[in-house]
């Protein structure tokens, strides 16, 4: 698994993260950043790239310093039974809570901003990231 040590956190290098994680024939779709907890065990919390294809969610935790990644996981989208999303004016924010099958939950943080320096689309592809998920649920 191509686990890259990062100088700096950046929009080529979320890129290169996930797409490494795709199997032949697969296409990236809705990559952002973000902040990613996980509760239960074992527990995960960070800033991490998210990312989906047509039938897997991607996720790439990094270290607590972001510089390296710390795992990676697919979850096959028929997976995610639940869903919650809020949003927060004040730290202009979207709040996701996604419930799995197994009964794991998970909470993803992302800026509804476009991100300082190279994080471009960053509110489009979580807008379109929101629209996937909700199009499993449906």
Known sequence: MFKPKINIVTNEVMLDTLTS???EGETLQTPFYALFEKKGRPKHNGFCFIGTTKSSLLLALLNTHANNV???SRIPLEEINKIEIKGSS?????IIKIAFNEGNDVL???????LPGDFINQSCHLSDFIGRLHAILN
């Open 21 to 23: 994680m795709l199997v």
């Open 70 to 72: 710390e795992w990676t």
């Open 90 to 94: 004040f730290f202009k924010q979207i």
């Open 108 to 114: 993803i943080r992302a800026s509804t901003n476009d």
